[in-house]
């Protein structure tokens, strides 16, 4: 194996699990910090930095940060409280108006058209409208937000946060038109915009084609799961029948399930045909579900509605076993169940909806009636036309939408300023010492061995009086105060000199993770057998393994398992000579601003530096 090269941008940004794990790639440890310090304010711009709405995510993000969280390897501790500790952000920062980006007086002249005003077209706005391009956001309902506004019960996310955070946008002087449905994109192309930015969701909600289904239509009482929360946003539905089956356990099945609660329903049942080690619902929303008094009931497969004289009386499912054959799961039927009920909700997926968009002006659709769209650029294959969040490739969280604005940003902007739009700044990291005396860091490096702290909510018998009270009431000092020590500080990094080195062992003595291993590596030897002699091996080949030069007494290599270390900084207070020190790795991950400040006389991106 060669000697590791610390320096790539991508090695250290692997290393921050939680930050590699973020599709907008928020910088988890940094702000983490200070909020331990109490800066809240300066938290919740650093979060804003990269993924656009801390208060919205810190409520309802998907947390891909969390299952990658190195903590939650530590002792099978569960990780650090990430998601929550965004929200702390959220409520504890000051006014931020004179920290929020501005939109030039003068424009550039270039007209950007973003077609719904969700969260993607929002974050191309936020990105394109401090540069002096003339952002128009065209929206078919009389309010922002999208589906954040129509599908997320306002218990979980109140308008009064998404409020705050669009608006913060739109005063870049967009331009905002509601009730402005697109029903023509030949039409819009005509209309003198310099590109056009499709961010409409996936709107539409999948059917369920059973026996019966026509006659259930025909009650009123089965409902589409997207559909019928939007309904319940707007308040054109107010109530529930007391029975109500779920169709579905994703995490759209959680809201229908938790919001029928509160409109009436006091017997609901989810039905996933999976096992429960299977369902597609994240695990904390199934929780908070369940907690509320939700029966969940899987490996039951929907067969057919029953209708009698007019009036849906319930359905019949399938109880399924699985097993597996031929190395692949199977299942098969072994009982059949009628389950009474007044009303069905399906929430088994959604899907992208455009009728609007002519199959004859260069924009091509797959089987599937999914946009053809570029994963780097974003664009579709009509130059200057660019899809991101579920209008490009389908349902996603939020935080995979901003991910979806800030690259289709750097696009558009390349496109109509006539640059290539596939040559992009690369990825770099700076890389410093965070060492203030012998054995003093720039960060808290002792191990914290609290156990994850519990969000207060409001009381069960008070939440379900109406569907606007807010369940979750956010981490107070006492409960961040102790949860940000739980944080391991993944971007402060153990950098390694091994001139200096005397191969004393006294870091492979002290490192409490047995991460460390000196031995003798043959030329050729592959990485897998390498991972397989170290003191503890490292199983886990999703995570690097370091591999310094040959050390100058024995030509032996000093490895460490990046997967097991903690950071906590002990190799490098004991070591005597300095051949280990602790640097902060500070990933830069390129936005349309910097392509912009890169091309400016005497201005160049950030590089690596040590």
């Known amino acids: 194996m060669k000697p590791t090269d610390t320096y790539h941008p991508d090695y250290f ?7 590699w794990a973020c599709p907008a790639h928020t910088d988890v440890p940094g ?57 702390v952000t959220d409520d504890y920062k000051d006014d931020i108006s004179d920290r929020l980006p501005r939109a030039p007086k003068q424009k550039n002249g270039k007209k950007i058209a973003c077609i719904g005003a969700g969260c993607a077209s929002l974050t191309v706005a936020n990105d394109l409208a401090p540069l002096g391009y003339e952002v128009t956001i065209f929206e078919k309902l009389d309010v922002t937000g999208g589906l954040m506004r129509s599908n997320i019960p306002r218990f979980r996310l109140p308008p009064k946060v998404l409020d705050e955070e669009i608006n913060n946008i739109l005063d870049m002087d967009v331009d905002l038109r509601l009730n402005s449905p697109i029903e023509s994109m030949k039409a819009l192309l005509e209309e003198g915009f310099d590109a056009v930015f499709v961010g409409a969701g996936a709107p539409r909600g999948k059917d369920l084609k059973l026996d019966g289904r026509d006659e259930a239509q025909a009650t009123g009482r089965v409902h589409i799961g997207i559909n019928w929360l939007e309904s319940v946003a707007f308040e054109h539905i107010e109530s529930i029948g007391e029975k109500v089956l779920i169709i579905g356990a994703g995490n759209t099945a959680m809201d229908c399930c938790r919001t029928s609660l509160r409109l009436g ?8 045909r999976k096992p429960a080690d299977q369902l597609k619902a994240s695990e904390w929303e199934l929780e908070d579900a369940l907690d509320e008094g939700v029966e969940l009931m899987t490996c039951h497969s929907p067969k057919a509605f029953v209708v009698e004289d007019g009036q849906l009386k319930g359905m019949h499912f399938e109880v399924l076993e699985y097993f597996e054959k031929d190395g692949r799961q199977k299942s098969r039927v072994i009982d059949e169940i009628f389950l009474p009920c007044d009303d069905v909700i399906l929430a088994i997926g959604q899907e992208n909806a455009f009728p609007w968009i002519e199959r004859d002006i260069g924009i091509e659709f797959d089987d599937w009636e999914v946009p053809v769209v570029d994963k780097i650029t974003y664009q579709s294959t009509r130059p200057g036309v660019f899809f991101g969040g579920d ?7 939020i935080i995979w939408a901003v991910r979806h604005g800030h690259e289709a940003a750097i696009s558009i902007h390349k496109y109509v300023n006539g640059e290539d739009i596939t040559q992009r700044l690369p990825n770099a990291v700076d890389v410093h010492t965070v060492k203030m005396g012998q054995h003093e860091w720039a960060y808290s490096n002792q191990y914290a061995p609290e156990e994850r702290r519990l969000v207060p909510h409001v009381d069960m018998k008070k939440r379900f009086k109406n569907v606007d009270i807010e369940v979750e009431l956010g981490f107070g000092e006492q409960e961040w105060a102790v949860e940000v020590e739980r944080c391991l500080n993944c971007d402060i990094q153990t950098i390694f000199f091994n001139d200096k080195c005397i191969e004393c062992d006294a870091c492979i003595d002290i490192c409490p993770t047995q991460c460390l291993t000196m031995l003798h590596i043959e030329d050729g030897e592959s990485e897998e057998s390498v991972r397989s002699r170290l003191k503890v091996p490292a199983k886990n080949p999703d995570q690097a393994i370091y591999v310094s030069a040959k050390l100058p007494q024995t030509k032996r290599h000093m490895v460490k398992d990046e997967d097991q270390c903690v950071h906590c900084g002990l190799c490098a207070e004991r070591c005597p000579t300095a051949a280990w020190d602790m640097k902060h790795g500070e990933v ?22 040590g």
């Open 13 to 19: 940004h692997k290393v921050v699990d939680c930050q």
């Open 31 to 87: 702000y983490i910090r200070l909020i331990a310090q109490g800066r809240f304010t300066d938290a919740y711009m650093l979060n804003r930095d990269s993924n656009v709405f801390p208060g919205i995510l810190g409520r309802v993000c998907d947390r891909p940060c969390e299952p990658a969280c190195r903590r939650g390897r530590v002792d099978d501790e569960k990780p650090v409280a990430i998601c929550r500790l965004k929200r």
């Open 265 to 272: 329903a006091n017997d609901v049942r989810v039905m996933a």
């Open 391 to 397: 209008a490009a490739f389908g349902p996603e969280n």
């Open 588 to 609: 830069f991950i390129p936005k349309v601003g910097d392509e912009v400040e890169a091309r400016r006389p005497n201005k160049s991106p950030k590089q690596a530096s």
